[in-house]
């Protein structure tokens, strides 16, 4: 019959599903025999631990959802339950609340990664930008799942962020009021927040797996940044990226565990074991610290609508980045100014986190100030004139012959060269 | 150069981390003229560290005899005295000599019961406007998580317990407060609670300020983690499960790697 | 894929295969061991509670209860019976031919020897699991002075056995334990 798959599987009943619904067969070629770049360095682990820490706070969070209860008299006592009286469930919740942390440490090397070896050049430009939705994504479920506890920053933090669209002309004050289900933020805007709070994770799933698709279709970028010539130049996904990702796995929930079972609330801030009180703002009002650099971004600028179009400014500037950025060369290992703007890049990102950790008075506005301009010039102006002037190194002739070819145009590709340097 | 590879991709996450975290700290010390905190040596303290049980009896003495005159602590339920060690009668005869109200009798007159251990530990105040009205309009804060709600966690509670003095000459303190160096402002509406000699302990130890001060703190830590012994204790498990997977998982990729060139 | 090169690791015969086969193994079962104990607090997270449990046993005090009079409790959510049975009523329990029973059970089975006065029972017609009346000496007790359910008409005697259906099954009794003469505890 014309639909039918033909199966190479010799199990009867996998041959049987497989026949009808080729889904063995795609996870052997997409997971299986799936050609990838033989150099991969431990930077690209970090996509697989993102997908491992979505997993673990889905299951974490439907867990939590069972015993949580989404009202303004009862969300802080509830949570407390959780704590204290359901079987695990101080270990549940202190996983998810440190999941969310341990979240976006992985996604911003992640992000790093694809920055410093040029994964967002063609022909990955779209797997790109669809990164960045996922971003947004999870920032968006990120924010409101600090809502649900119900403490004084869940419910400061939720004042201050939903007042940034107030800031819109016109029409701000009454997206905040949408927003709220009120005149402030309370029991409609608790519950509307857990809904979302829940949905998002699955949209972050079905994006991701546009994301993997792209992925999957342009193939993987690698530490050189150059095509993949041959198929000397590849391996298997398995066993190789199984069990390289599967190092990475253990070290990565080694580390979670750690928060997890001796400093648990090291990441939170204290004042969100106060119970949420519209009548007193905490001393300082601060994000997480995944959040500082925006909010230090956002704290720079001396203006309300300008702050607030910088914050998003800085997260969709990247994406515009693969047409900004003119240079030929992916890896900033063959871009030797690159390679210093990039870290004085990573540099400046940690500035304005700790910029936005500090309340806004004396050096630290001026360090935000300047950090905050040096961050959009990265991205705007100096990219798009330095992929014009810089003289990349020469690139090696392919993956597994990693010489340099043809240095000068002359030499012939066989003829020994300088090794490539260590990464 | 593998493993040379290894170290900056997660190096970096340490890094960022520990960066961000501890800058983050810093700014929320600094704020008020308040002298560092002395760092105690607590028995719930690091990887192996439990409650000292004796300790936190001590302390929840402190607390039942001094501080629940004004202090709720709605999260507790009698029966999780257990975990500091107490028995199921202890228990039940600690509840059952505080009165908790009942349900209504034959009239429909409000009655009084002796606690069961499933009761939440007594608030001291029926709402929060009766315990503003008694304390010169300040709330005392639920004692529930108190030592997870404040910088500095017990090291600060035992510092502000230790931390009454008159206030230095010229300063100008308010109707009704009191100077304490260590909370941010200096002036708090907490008269000093704890003088040495506020209880005598069962136990027969003598009952300094310090020795108080020490004691209510282990109880406040033990009130706010009910969980930390066996959160410790999962957490070595984990943790030496988690390095041993961690260098099979490596020496296998060794292996399978091996002939990759 | 085609166009892959061969694995070399894959190949079978050189000496580091039966090792590395072995490690495999080991790795296999200790991250399968790993996925158990992280399974297991998700599992037991849906298990009662602590809160839940501590309430999973109610004590109750017999002293105001009449003799002939009963009283319903909440006990796990369902209603429980304790009535103060008069010797009449307890002869009448004891003195019942097992054949004449729908489900044979002598009263002594289910009481506390030597507190025959007290019969404690699950109140949950085990028809359809409506709460009978009798409780009161001015409820409705049906012909064999127990308790008659208003559903479908099951009639139980003073010992909460089924006397008249449609109910198949008697009352179901409790875990329970005299803690003195004047306080049970159930459950």
Redesign the interface.
């Known amino acids: 019959m014309a639909g039918l798959h033909k199966s190479d599987f010799a199990n009867p009943v996998i041959n049987w599903i497989d026949t009808r619904l080729p889904i063995f067969t795609m996870m052997q070629k997409e997971y299986g025999t799936f050609p990838t770049p033989k150099n991969f360095n431990y930077f690209w682990n970090f996509g697989a631990l993102a997908v491992v820490a979505l997993m673990v706070m889905i299951v974490t969070g439907i867990f939590l959802a069972m015993n949580y209860t989404p009202n303004v008299t009862m969300a802080f006592d509830s949570v407390e339950r959780i704590m204290r009286d359901v079987n695990y469930g101080w270990l549940i919740r202190y996983v998810h609340m440190n999941g969310a942390s341990m979240f976006f440490i992985v996604v911003y090397i992640h992000i790093f990664r694809g920055l410093y070896y040029g994964s967002y050049k063609t022909p990955r430009e779209l797997l790109w930008m669809i990164g960045v939705v996922l971003l947004l994504l999870m920032m968006a479920t990120a924010f409101m799942g600090y809502v649900l506890p119900w403490g004084q920053m869940s419910y400061w933090g939720a004042t201050v962020i939903t007042n940034l669209f107030s800031a819109i002309p016109v029409v701000g004050p009454g997206i905040v009021t949408w927003l709220w289900g009120g005149f402030s933020v309370d029991n409609p805007t608790l519950n509307r927040f857990f809904s979302l709070h829940y949905l998002l994770p699955f949209v972050i799933v079905g994006v991701l797996f546009l994301h993997v698709a792209a992925l999957h279709i342009t193939g993987s970028n690698n530490p050189l940044g150059i095509d993949v010539k041959s198929p000397q130049d590849t391996l298997p996904f398995h066993p190789y990226y199984t069990i390289k990702d599967s190092v990475g796995v253990c070290v990565f929930l080694l580390v979670w565990a750690v928060l997890v079972c001796f400093v648990p609330n090291y990441l939170g801030h204290v004042d969100n074991y106060t119970p949420a009180n519209p009548m007193a703002t905490p001393a300082d009002v601060v994000p997480e610290w995944y959040f500082l650099p925006f909010y230090a971004i956002l704290r720079s600028v001396p203006n309300k609508l300008g702050g607030v179009s910088m914050m998003f400014g800085s997260i969709l500037v990247m994406f515009v980045l693969p047409w900004f950025d003119t240079s030929p060369v992916r890896s900033c290992r063959f871009r030797p100014i690159y390679r210093q703007l990039m870290w004085v890049l990573v540099a400046d990102a940690l500035l304005l986190g700790a910029v936005g950790a500090h309340p806004p008075q004396g050096i630290w506005v001026v360090i935000g100030r300047v950090c905050t301009a040096y961050y959009f010039l990265h991205f705007l102006v100096i990219l798009p004139f330095l992929g014009k002037l810089e003289r990349p190194l020469p690139l090696p002739e392919s993956i597994s012959r990693p010489v340099i070819a043809g240095g000068g145009g002359g030499l012939p590709g066989g003829a020994p060269a300088k090794p490539m340097e260590k990464p | 150069?593998r493993p040379?590879?290894?170290l900056p991709?997660?190096v970096?996450?340490?890094f960022?981390?520990i960066?961000?975290?501890l800058?983050?700290v810093p700014?929320?010390a600094q704020?008020s003229e308040t002298p560092p905190l002395v760092h105690q040596h607590w028995s719930f303290d690091g990887?192996f560290g439990t409650f000292d049980n004796a300790a936190a009896q001590r302390g929840l003495q402190v607390y039942q005899q001094v501080c629940s005159a004004c202090h709720s602590m709605?999260?507790m339920?009698y029966?999780?005295l257990a975990g500091i060690g107490l028995n199921e009668d202890q228990i039940k005869a600690f509840a059952a000599a505080i009165l908790v109200p009942g349900p209504a009798d034959e009239s429909g007159q409000p009655t009084q019961r002796p606690a069961l251990?499933?009761d939440h530990f007594k608030s001291p105040f029926p709402n929060d406007e009766a315990a503003r009205a008694a304390n010169g309009g300040a709330l005392p804060?639920?004692q529930?998580?108190?030592e997870?709600?404040?910088?500095g966690g017990p090291d600060y509670i035992y510092a502000l317990l230790n931390g009454y003095s008159d206030p230095p000459a010229g300063m100008k303190m308010q109707q009704g407060m009191n100077y304490n160096r260590y909370f941010?402002g200096n002036q708090i509406a907490m008269p000093q609670p704890l003088h040495g000699n506020d209880v005598t302990y069962v136990d027969g130890t003598p009952s300094s300020l310090e020795q108080e001060a020490h004691d209510v703190t282990t109880f406040l830590a033990f009130a706010?983690n009910?969980?930390l012994n066996?959160?410790?204790a999962?957490?070595?498990k984990?943790?030496l499960?988690?390095?041993?997977?961690?260098g099979?998982?490596?020496?296998?990729?060794r292996?399978?790697?091996?002939?990759?060139h | 894929m085609a166009d892959t090169v061969a694995p070399t690791a894959f190949d079978h015969g050189s000496p580091g295969d039966a090792r590395r086969d072995f490690l495999k193994l080991v790795v296999g079962a200790t991250a399968a061991a790993g996925v158990g104990a992280i399974a297991w607090p998700l599992v037991d997270s849906m298990n009662p509670s602590q809160d839940v449990l501590a309430l999973s046993a109610t004590e109750v005090d017999l002293t105001p209860i009449a003799e002939g009079s009963g009283i319903t409790v909440l006990w796990r959510g369902k209603p429980i019976f304790v009535r103060y049975r008069t010797a009449a009523e307890i002869k009448a329990a004891q003195d019942v031919q097992m054949s004449q029973l729908i489900e044979p059970q002598p009263d002594s089975q289910r009481v506390k020897s030597g507190h025959d006065k007290w019969i404690v029972l699950i109140g949950i017609c085990t028809h359809l699991g409506c709460v009978p009346l009798g409780n009161k000496p001015t409820d409705p007790r049906g012909d064999w002075g127990g308790w008659f359910c208003p559903c479908h008409g099951s009639q139980y005697d003073t010992s909460g056995r089924v006397r008249h259906g449609p109910a198949p099954l008697n009352l179901y009794i409790p875990p329970y334990a005299f803690e003195s003469d004047t306080k049970v505890k159930i459950g």
């Open positions: 150069m040379a590879i290894l991709a997660f970096l996450p340490a960022v981390l960066g961000a975290a800058l983050a700014a929320r704020e990887v709605k999260q339920y029966r999780n251990p499933s804060p639920d529930s998580v108190l997870k709600a404040r910088e941010p706010a009910p969980e066996e959160r410790h999962t957490g070595v984990a943790v499960f988690l390095v041993f997977l961690t099979i998982t490596y020496a296998l990729k292996k399978i790697w091996a002939d990759v």
